[in-house]
């Protein structure tokens, strides 16, 4: 009896003890939870608390952020002073037309040389920056390369007609001078300073177009922002088929007469003033022929397009640098001219079109596949876009005699009447392969 009730004392001691260590467990936890950094170790291994709720209470323990600690940190990052950012005020670029806008406007008239058109439209938008930039904060701007341009490409492919279109959307004066009619100082024939006076009196005519008379500063200011074109650059070039006979030592002089003007310096106006070339946009065009030689109905370059191969073609090296963004055009095939008589604004059928309809009254329409053998003729000729505009006054041409008989009523031109128009035509030789009379070393 005496051992039963010493055994009931000594478990009713026992379980004091652990209800105790389960409290200060508890305890310790709320204390930690509370602030505690670092909570004290724990002794009691075996409580009453329960498993699941003992392992929660941890797992919040490692995922909870410490509450003191995580006090102190917010303090500091609101009481942190952080410097501000030093804005610098850069160019003004308002008003400058980016690669795309300028490249989405030219192809709506050249058709067929998209990528052409995105290469020249990088080459103008750099132009513009430099003027900008150079005009606008004289003391940050450097010495750069101008980025004058070199266009190649076969007759008709739409050198000219690209760059008309260009001058008209930049607003700016455009001139084109032939370098077959150049002649070097001293020698009889036509100068190349002349193609500056040129500009001067289309910068006057261009300013004059708002109704008011241009100071001479205006004009001269306007003249020194335009573009010229040097057409038919490739007759300058020694080596060229058109040099053949002539004296070289006169054309490679016509070439260094160039460089300077070509980079940038003043030239003296037939009236007495001095014109700036250093911001005037210089684009030089030429078939180049020999360059490119067609096989298998392809397009294929003799050798890759650099200021080195125009060396090779007769072109002086400090020429051929000072041209080095080359921008090639494609060879016009069946379907571009076709797409050129449909989609280009400048199409010579849509001005037929209008033509008809507000003069003589005629709702003029020509049948698709009559389209389609007109482009089909135009491309036997080699010529370009220019041929269409041939084989379309052919077509037309028997209507345009007895016209009168048609207005107030619609046209329509059916394949066959382009066929009887053009039978003459159909039949074109094709031109020599003269690639082999060109050797690069």
Not at 40 to 55: A, C, I, L
Not at 95 to 115: A, S
Not at 192 to 219: M, R, T, V
Request: charged share 25%.
């Amino acid at each position: 009896m005496i051992k039963c009730n010493t055994v009931k004392y000594v478990l009713s001691i026992a379980s004091s003890f652990l209800i105790l260590g389960a409290a200060e467990a508890t305890d310790i936890n709320d204390k930690y939870n509370d602030g505690y950094s670092t909570p004290p170790r724990q002794h009691v291994h075996n409580t009453s608390v329960d498993e699941d709720k003992r392992r929660t209470d941890i797992d919040q323990r490692l995922t909870s952020p410490r509450q003191g600690q995580s006090k102190r940190k917010r303090i500091s990052k609101s009481t942190e002073e952080v410097p501000p950012l030093k804005k610098i005020k850069g160019l003004d670029l308002s008003g400058v037309p980016f690669p795309p806008e300028i490249y989405e406007h030219l192809i709506q008239y050249t058709i067929g040389q998209e990528g052409a058109m995105r290469s020249l439209a990088s080459f103008i938008h750099r132009h513009l920056v430099n003027n900008r930039w150079r005009k606008a904060k004289p003391e940050t701007y450097k010495s750069h390369t101008k980025a004058n341009v070199l266009m190649i490409g076969s007759t008709g492919c739409g050198k000219t007609s690209t760059l008309k279109v260009l001058a008209d959307y930049l607003k700016i004066p455009f001139v084109v001078g032939n370098a077959t009619e150049w002649t070097a100082q001293g020698y009889v024939g036509d100068k190349w300073q002349g193609i500056f006076d040129k500009l001067y009196a289309q910068a006057s005519i261009f300013l004059s177009q708002n109704g008011s008379a241009p100071s001479d500063s205006d004009i001269l200011l306007a003249a020194e922002q335009g573009i010229v074109f040097i057409d038919e650059i490739d007759k300058l070039c020694t080596k060229s088929l058109s040099t053949k006979g002539q004296n070289l030592s006169v054309i490679e002089r016509v070439q260094q007469e160039l460089l300077p003007v070509v980079q940038g310096t003043t030239v003296r106006l037939e009236n007495k003033k001095n014109l700036d070339t250093t911001n005037i946009l210089f684009i030089a065009g030429g078939a180049f022929p020999g360059l490119l030689s067609k096989k298998n109905g392809e397009k294929i370059s003799l050798q890759p397009l650099t200021t080195m191969t125009l060396e090779d073609y007769g072109m002086i090296p400090e020429l051929a640098g000072r041209l080095g963004n080359i921008v090639q055009f494609s060879d016009l095939s069946k379907d571009d001219l076709k797409r050129i008589l449909i989609e280009s604004k400048t199409s010579a059928l849509m001005e037929e079109i209008d033509k008809h309809r507000f003069l003589y009254d005629i709702e003029l329409t020509i049948a698709d596949d009559a389209l389609d053998y007109i482009a089909t003729i135009a491309a036997l000729h080699g010529s370009g876009a220019r041929a269409l505009n041939t084989m379309l006054s052919k077509v037309l041409e028997g209507f345009t005699f007895n016209i009168k008989d048609y207005m107030g009523h619609s046209l329509i031109i059916e394949k066959e009447i382009a066929v009887t128009a053009l039978k003459d035509q159909e039949h074109k030789k094709e031109p020599e392969d003269i690639s082999h009379l060109f050797m690069y070393t």
